[in-house]
């Protein structure tokens, strides 16, 4: 990673990327739809300093709201002093050479999203090897009772027996059917869901600001 003269120089702006073709089984047969242009963030943070800390913030999302939260912590993580890199899971990042990585996903039908379950399956290894933080952006589940609690445990089911996360959090998301495929606003509408934005952007920076980079 490059460093600059000044401190913390932000060198790569978000851009935007086309979201990848949903495939889903229904019935036995096939049906593929696309989403809509949703943001994806590929950004940079770097510190004068060549003896920062070099963390990587990745994840999975399916309409931008995941991606718009792990720039929010690639830049509270920058502004701690470390030379961050975010980048989405589909970009096939990369992953030696960090002291630390945070892997975040958004939730379809009560898992995490298939490639980011696939990318901790793939570098399972090296993710053992140095401090890992997950978080999960949702809709549901976001109450205090005990079930609540229960299922967002559960969606991390899949990944939790691989690695040794040293944090976990949940965030709730955003809901704009605008940017979901016909096929996620119908699984949308058949949960109930609504089109809000309920994430909690200083709980996510109070996280990003505590969460534990050092082994």
């Known amino acids: 990673m490059s460093r600059t003269s000044s401190r913390r120089r932000f060198l790569k702006a978000a851009g935007i990327g086309l979201a990848a073709t949903t495939v889903a ?4 047969g096939y049906v593929a739809t696309r ?14 300093s060549t003896m920062s800390r ?16 792990a720039a929010a912590i690639a830049r509270t993580l920058g502004d701690r002093g470390f030379a961050v890199d975010g980048k989405p899971i589909k970009a096939r990042p990369e992953i030696t050479g960090y002291d630390a990585i945070i892997i975040g996903s958004a939730i379809r039908m009560g898992c995490w999203l ?8 793939a570098n399972q290894a ?17 109450g205090d009772d005990e079930t609540s609690r229960a299922n967002r445990a559960a969606y991390l089911d ?3 027996p691989l690695i040794h996360p040293a944090a976990e959090a949940y965030f709730a ?14 699984i949308a509408r058949m949960v109930g869901a609504v089109e809000e934005d309920r ?11 505590r969460v534990p980079v050092a082994a």
């Open 54 to 69: 070099r963390i990587l913030v990745t994840y999975a999302t399916r309409a931008g709201s995941t991606a718009e939260i």
């Open 25 to 28: 089984c229904i019935g036995g």
């Open 199 to 209: 994430r909690d952007w200083a709980a996510i920076a109070a996280w990003a600001e």
């Open 126 to 142: 090296t993710l053992n090897s140095v401090p890992v933080a997950l978080f999960t952006v949702h809709m549901l589940n976001t």
């Open 173 to 186: 998301g955003a809901m704009n059917f605008a940017r979901l495929s016909f096929l996620d606003r119908l």
């Open 35 to 48: 989403a809509p242009e949703s943001a994806v963030v590929d950004l940079t943070f770097a510190e004068e």
């Open 114 to 121: 298939p490639e980011a379950v696939d990318f901790v399956k």
């Open 158 to 160: 899949a990944v939790r």
